[in-house]
């Protein structure tokens, strides 16, 4: 199996197997006995199908997935039972991979562990099931329970049809802070301000069937100020006056549950945001790694083939070509490895006094070099020239990326703007392109780890240049923005202050 993609799933967490044509093991991680059925049966050489007996019956999708006809195959939440009879749920991924010792096409299968995430799960639906099941109750004792037992439980006001209050009950009391003689003739507004309340009342009981209730959620004030919310529902009672009704509230203080709500939508949110790194970290990963590998086969086996008939010439391109496979797939890996010591904060910041000028000319001569001069790259420096404390490893990475970008999306012989300003007390970096801009919808999350913009077609890239960029200069205590128009081009700017002088190298 290929090191650098066993280092890149290790990495991850993630248990794997390495599966023939056949579906007899090549190879197999050290932990992948405790996923399977039948742990002694996990040997090199051993069917698959003896250990994990879910891939019965899926022959065929495996073998597409050989035959490069179809991309993946994953089997979610298989469940075993540990011996104490604590389950282990694990999700099956099975792509295709090389099989580097004997040059030809193989499954990968990776195991993760969802154990965690569906135990929640199920105690998230038994919690669901069991709020279901009360709500029902509830409806079916509606009348009886909040007109009698929970009216005397809960917040009881009794107002006159204008909205002037004739009765509270110590709930009331206790909730809103105030006194019997403090609420007693006064209008409802004191405690709800919300102008709009009766009004909804109305409209919302001429939607509903006669015997049922609506329900308003409002934000009422205390006495002390505090805002507070509760649900109430309202009733019609017949006062001693024929004809004349007046309204009897029952209301519920729901602050603590509507802060946990969107205390969960947060997690959920989180939850979704998760799942979508994976799903890009997945189809980039999958994407970038197949592709060179393919290259380096083909080129390979035209090597094998027909290399005693090729020039030096040709074979050179060959070779040329799978070098440029491994570059790509390392740089992928080495782009995955320093986003992970930054965000484990393992990334070393050591800054120095330097002539930015000078470093920022020396960067866009290496660019136009790389660029082999299909563009013109203009740099120019504006302002009284100061040196300034700064890391300048991880500003070439971040002016490398930022000027390949606008290299790699601008049109052949179109210009890109360098410009180094000295404004006041910082150092502002600008870096404008004509190329094909960023669309809106994109631009929201240009920073976020492996996305790329929806029209970038086939161009290389892994969507992880911009978020590593956006750290360093975060490491620099500086800032970075940009703007951008579809079919126009795009600035980044990005500024550092001049008065830094870090003492100490974290």
């Known amino acids: 199996m290929n090191l650098l993609l066993k280092k890149i799933l290790t ?53 597409s997935i050989l035959h490069r006809q179809k991309d993946s195959f994953e089997l979610n939440g298989i469940s075993r039972f540990i011996d104490d009879d604590r389950p282990l749920y694990f999700d099956l991924y099975i792509t295709e991979g090389i099989n580097q010792e004997r040059l030809e096409s193989c499954l990968i299968v990776l195991i993760e562990d969802v154990t965690e995430l569906m135990v929640a799960k199920q105690a998230l639906v038994q919690r669901a099931s069991e709020a279901e099941l009360l709500l029902s109750a509830l409806k079916a004792s509606r009348d009886y329970i909040e007109k009698t037992i929970q009216s005397m439980a809960d917040v009881l006001l009794v107002t006159t049809t204008s909205g002037k209050i004739k009765t509270i009950n110590p709930a009331a009391e206790n909730l809103f802070g105030y006194r019997q003689f403090e609420l007693i003739d006064r209008s409802i507004s004191l405690v709800i301000p919300d102008e709009d309340f009766l009004h909804q009342f109305e409209q919302k009981q001429q939607s509903l069937q006669e015997n ?20 109430f529902c309202r009733s019609n009672i017949q006062t001693e006056i024929e004809d004349v009704k007046d309204f009897v509230y029952i209301g519920r203080d729901i602050t603590e549950r509507k802060r946990a709500e969107a205390e969960m939508q947060k997690t959920l949110q989180r939850e979704r945001e998760l799942n979508e790194l994976k799903s890009r970290f997945i189809s980039v990963a999958s994407h970038e790694f197949r592709n060179p590998l393919s290259a380096i086969q083909m080129a390979a086996d035209l090597l094998e083939t027909y290399g005693s008939a090729f020039t030096e010439t040709e ?55 790389i660029d082999r001069y299909q563009h013109i790259l203009s740099f120019r420096c504006q302002g009284s020239c100061r040196e300034a404390w700064v890391d300048p490893k991880l500003l070439r990475h971040i002016f490398v990326n930022l000027l390949s970008n606008a290299l790699k999306y601008s049109p052949a012989g179109s210009t890109v703007d360098f ?21 809106p919808e994109d631009q929201l999350r240009l920073f976020q780890t492996f996305h790329r913009a929806g029209n970038v077609g086939d161009r290389p890239g892994t969507g992880l240049g911009l978020s590593i960029a956006k750290r360093y200069v975060d490491l620099h205590g500086g800032t970075i923005s940009f703007s951008s128009k579809v079919g126009i081009g795009t600035i980044f700017q990005v500024t550092f202050s001049l008065d830094n002088h870090p003492e100490i190298s974290t």
């Open 315 to 369: 074979k050179y391109q060959h070779f040329h070509h799978i070098k440029d496979a491994v570059k790509q797939m390392t740089t992928l890996l080495d782009d995955v490895l320093i986003l992970g010591k930054v965000d484990a904060r393992k990334e070393k910041f050591n800054p120095i006094l330097v002539d930015l000028e000078q470093l920022c000319r020396s960067f866009a001569e290496d660019m136009q070099m």
């Open 419 to 439: 410009c180094l300003t000295y404004r006041g007390k910082q150092a502002i970096f600008a870096v404008q392109d004509r190329g094909i801009g960023i669309p």
């Open 212 to 231: 049922n209730l609506p329900r308003i959620e409002v934000t009422c004030k205390t006495k002390c100020g505090q805002d507070i919310i509760i649900e």
């Open 11 to 63: 990495s991850r967490s993630k248990e794997y197997l390495n599966l023939d044509k056949n579906l007899k093991i090549l190879e197999a991680s050290t932990g992948v006995e405790r996923f399977a059925d039948r742990p002694n049966e996990v040997k090199k050489g051993n069917d698959i199908r003896l250990s994990f007996p879910e891939l019965i019956g899926v022959e065929d999708i495996l073998h």
